[in-house]
């Protein structure tokens, strides 16, 4: 879903690093990479909103358009009915390197 954005999968990949590289001894792994994976989209949520009022501040509709369309995906990404209802993947990653992510 991010592959036009990809300085925010760099982001993403550089906070799981560092997050799941000092991990809880409580919480599942998975479980603490979908807490920092929320918090990240979250996070594009609130930025893409920002682009979108400073967009809605000028006269360029071509500029609004594109800030609509950034919100409307980062929404999407962040959703249990879009790009966080299949984890799968994610699951799979964290199982193939649970022993280097410790």
């Known amino acids: 879903m991010l ?3 990809p300085e925010h999968v760099d982001r993403i990949q550089a906070y799981l690093s560092n997050h799941l590289s000092k991990p809880s001894k409580v919480t599942p ?9 929320d918090g990240c989209l979250e996070m594009f949520i609130h930025e893409a909103q920002d682009e979108l009022e400073a967009a809605q501040a000028g006269v360029d509709t071509d500029a609004i358009a594109r800030a609509e369309g950034k919100v409307s995906l980062m929404r999407r990404a962040y959703s249990s009915n879009g790009g966080m ?3 799968e993947n994610l699951w799979e990653y964290i199982e193939v390197h649970k022993g280097t992510l410790k």
Not at 29 to 37: D, G, N, T, V
């Open 85 to 87: 209802k299949d984890l």
């Open 3 to 5: 592959k036009d954005y």
């Open 29 to 37: 792994l998975f479980e603490q990479a979908i807490w920092a994976l």
